[in-house]
C-alpha cells in the first residue's frame, strides 16, 4: 500500500491547462491533469456554460484524453469550468475555467470560376485573369488550391500537393483544373472543389477573326498573305480543341475566299521593257532594252546576252531552239541546258534592211524580208547546225507570213504583192503565183483536210482559199466578210487552234472557223462578249486557254471538253501601274506592267482550286485521295487532280443534257456516267469509252424520251445496275479478244423502279448479303412512290418483299444504309418506319414516330448507328440508337433547312458530318451539335454538291455571272482543307514573291513551314 503524506497533497493544486486555440468544434484535449498518482484527493465536477444555459460532463475522467461537447451545446461562445476541492487541505472549494468558441459548422468555399451550364459546355478565363477563392464561415482561416492541367490526372490527389491562397492567376493558355478547400477556426473544412476551365486566348481569337476579314478585303496578294500568316500563326498557338472550333469555321471561309486569290509567285525589276516574250522549251525568253534574256516559267533569271538590233527585233522558238532576226543580223541559240548557248550570228547582205522573219514550223526554213520598200526576201534552210543561205526572192515581200506544217508551201504578203512559193526538188523556192492587185491578205493559215487548204484574210475583210492545185486565191462566198475594226489594228484577227480550225475575232466576238472533211468551212460563236479592251490574246495549245490582256486585266478562258465554249478560268487584276506585256504559260502567266516590273502569276492558285464550266455542274466527287471526278450540264464531265490540273475529259453526249450521275467502281477503274437522255455510258480512267448502256427496244420507251437514271456496280465489279426509264438493266461484263465489254443480262419492266422525274445516288444500291448481291431501289415520283429488292437477276428478293411492310402505299423518302442493314423509309402521314435487316425478313427498329411534314432527305452514318433528317423550314432532327432503341437528340441551333436536296457528307468514323445550306457547308457532331460553318465561295455561289476525302472536303459551288464582269466562274471546285495546319506552308510559297518584304518574325514563320 502507497502512503501518501498529508503535507504533501495539502500543498499541491490541480493542474489545468486551457486549450492554446481558442476555436473547438467538438471536442478539445483534456485541460485536467492531477499530480502524479494524487488524483484520488482531487475530486472535481465538470461543466459546460453559455450564457443560456449549463451542461454537467458527469462522465468526464482524468483518464480521458479528450473532452466532448455534448452534441446539444449550441455553436457560440462557451465555458469550461472544473469545480474540484483539495482533500488534504480543507473543505474550501476551488474553480478553474477556459473560454472557448463553438463553431461546428464547416465553411463553404466558392470560386469566382463558375460551373459549367452542362457536361458538354466549357468555362473561359482569360490568361492572366486573377481567379478568387471565398470562404463563407464565421470564423474563416485560410483556403488551401492546387492547380493542374487537364491532362495531369495524378495530380491534387495528395494534401502535401496543396498551397494556401484565396486568389491565383490564370495561365496563359490550355486546359486547367483547380482544386480548393477552405478551413476555419476551428478545424472544420469544407468540400473541396474542382472547377476547370480553359484559358481562353480571346486577344489571340479576336486577331484571327479580325486578320481573316482583312485578307478577304485585301486589294494585293502581299496584304491578303501578311493577314493570312498572322491568322494561321496565332491559330497554331492556340492549345484547345474549343477554341480553335470557335475560329475554325470563319478561317477556312477567309482561307477559300482569300487564298484562293494568292497565286503571285514572283516580282522582280528589270531593265528597261520588253519588245517580245516568247516560251520556248521548259523556259521562256524576252527581248528589250536589256538585251536577250531566258527565263524560269517563275520569272527567275537563267541567262542573258546583249543583243542590238533596234526596232525590229522578231522571235521565234522551235523546241529548245531560238531563232533571233535584227537589223543587226541573224542569231540562232540553244536553250536546253538553261543557257543561251550562240549557235550561229550572221550579219545580213550589205544592201538588205531587215524588217520581217517568218520561220518554218519544224525550224528548217527561213524567210526573212525587207522593210525598207524592196520586195525582197532572203531564204535560209537549216543544215550542219546552222542556217544556211539558199537564194534571194524576188518580189518576195513579206510582212504576212505562212508556212505550211510540212513545209513544202510558204504565203508572203506585202503591201502591193502577194504570192505563195514552193520547195523545189533542188532545195530552192519557186512562184506559185503572184498578185500585184488589191487582194492583199493582211491574215493567212494553211488548214489540212483531205487536202491542204491556203486561208487569206484580204485587207477589204474578204475570205480567200487556195486549195493544192489552184493557180490562185478565189472568193470564199459562204464565209462573212471581216472588215477590219479600229481597235483590233495592233493584234491579229486570225489565230490558228490546230490543222483544221481557227480562232477569229469579229465586232469584239470570237469565232471558230474549221475545214469539214468535205473541204466546206463552217463558222461557230465560241464567245459572245469578249473581255473589254483587249490589247492581245493568245492561244496556247498545251493547255488549251486562250488569253486576253488590256492595261487591267488579264483573262484566261479554257475551252470546254467538247470544244464549243470558253469558260473563265482566271482572272489577274494589275495595280495602278497596268499590263504592257503577257505571256500565258500552261503552268504560269508573266505580265511586265508600266514601271518595267515583272510578275509571274501561277496558273493554279495555292488551294488547287479549279473551274468546271459555265454550265451548272451538278456532281463532283472525290474519286482516291488524288482525283475529283465531274459532271456537269451540256453532257461532259471530267477527271481533276487535287491541284486543279484536268487530267481527263470526256462527253457522255454531243446533246445539250445533264449528267445526273457518275458512279466508279470499287478499283477506281471503271465509271459509268447516266444522262438524262436514258443511256448510261462506261467509261475508263482514261476518259475512253467502254460502252453504252441502253436498250429502248425492250423498255417500249421511245428514242426522243429523256429520263434521268442511276447506276451501281455489284460487289466484284463485274456487273452494272442501271435504272431510269421505268425499268431495270443487269450488265454482265465480258471479254471480247482481250477487249471489256458489258452486255444486257437481264432486263425488267418494273412501274417500282426508278422513274424520269428524279434519281440521286442513293436511289440505286448494290449490297451483299449472305453472299450473293441483291439491288435496292428507291423511286421518288410518280403514282406510287415506293421501294424495292431485287436479286442481280432482277427477280423480286425472295427474303424483303416490300409489299409485307406497312405504308406501302406512298413513300416519301426511303434509305438503306451504306452496308445494307437498315433500311428506313417516311410515307405520306409523316409516319416513319425503321427496319433492320435479317435472313428472316424485317425487324422492325424502334417505333414508328411522326416527324414533321416537308421532308428533304435522311442519312444514316457510315455504322447505321446516327439517323439524321432534313424537313423543310425545319432544324434538322439527329436521332442515335443504344441498345437497339431510336432516341430524337435534343434540337441545337443549326439553321432551318432552305435547299431542297441537302448534300451530305459523313467523316468515315461517324463522328461528323457536313451538310449544304444555300451558300454555305455547316459541320456538326453526330449529336447534331454544331463544330463550325463556312461559307466556301462568299455570298457569290450556291453549294451544288460536297464530297469528303479524309480532311478535304470538295465543295461544288455555281453561280452566274456575266462573262465580261471579270467575275471568277460559273461552276467551280474549291477543295477546303479542314486540316488548317496545311495551309500555312502554301500561303508562305504564294507569298515567295514577296519574301524580302516580309517581316523577321513573318520570314521565320515561313521558314518553319
Known sequence: MRQIKLQNVREKDLNFSCNPETYLSNQLVNPIVAPEGEGLAFPFATTVTTQAAQWSLNSLSLQDSAVVIPADVPEGSMELRVDYKNLFNGTTNLSKSCAYILDRTPPIISSSVPKPADADSEVRVRPGEVISLTIEDAHPEGVRQCLRAENEIDRCTLDSEFESGYSLQSPDQGKWCLKAYALDKAGNRSETIERCFIAWQDLKIDRIVSNGKLAQSATNDLDAGIYLIHA??????????????????????????????????????????????KPIGNFWVSIGDAGL?????DARLLDGVELTGGFQVKLFSIGTRLVVGSESGLHVYETGSGKLQLLQSDVWPSSFRFGHMHVSPDGRDLIATENNGQLRGQYYAWSENRYQFVQTLEDGAGRVGEWSEDGRFVFLSDVEVTSLWTKGNDGKLQKVWINYDTAVGRQAAFVQAENLELLVLTNAGNWMRWREGDTA?????????????????EISELIKRDSKSLFVLRNEKMFSLRLDDKGEWTELLLAESLPKNFTSWQWNSRDQSMTFASPELIHILKVDPRGLSFYRDQVITSDFNGFKKVLHLPSMTLALDGLNQLSAFASQNILGNFTISNSLATRAKWIDENRIGVASQGGFGGIWNSLGERLVSFVHSLKAIEINDIVWNSTQSLFVTSGEDGRSMVWNDKGLTVGELQDYKLSGSATNTFWRGTAAFSSDDKTIVTAGAGFFGVWAQTENQGTLQFGLEQ????????????????DLKVFPWAGQDHIFAYRSHGSRPSFQFLTLKGEPSPIWNSTTLPAQIFVRRALLSNDGKYLVYVDQTQNLYEFELTSQGYLPRGTVEKVPAGLRELSYSPDGQTLVGFFGGKKPLFWTYKEGVRQQLPETNLPAVIDSIPKIAWWADGQQLAFSHVNQVHVTGANGEPRYSVKPFGESKSVQNISLQGNRLAVLGYATKTFDSGADVRSEVRILDLDLTTYASKICQGLSAYRDQLSPEDQAFCAAQ
Open 232 to 277: 494561321l500563326k496565332d491559330y497554331s498557338e492556340i492549345s484547345t480543341v474549343e477554341e480553335k472550333e470557335s475560329v475554325r469555321g470563319m478561317l477556312i471561309g477567309s482561307l477559300a475566299d482569300a487564298a484562293s486569290r494568292i497565286f503571285q509567285r514572283n516580282k522582280i525589276k528589270v531593265l528597261g521593257s520588253f519588245q517580245d516574250m
Open 293 to 297: 534574256k531566258l527565263w524560269t516559267p
Open 473 to 489: 486565191l478565189t472568193v470564199i462566198e459562204s464565209l462573212q466578210p471581216l472588215p477590219l475594226l479600229p481597235q483590233y489594228i
Open 747 to 762: 432486263h425488267l419492266l418494273s412501274e417500282m423502279s426508278l422513274d424520269a422525274v428524279r434519281a440521286v445516288p442513293g
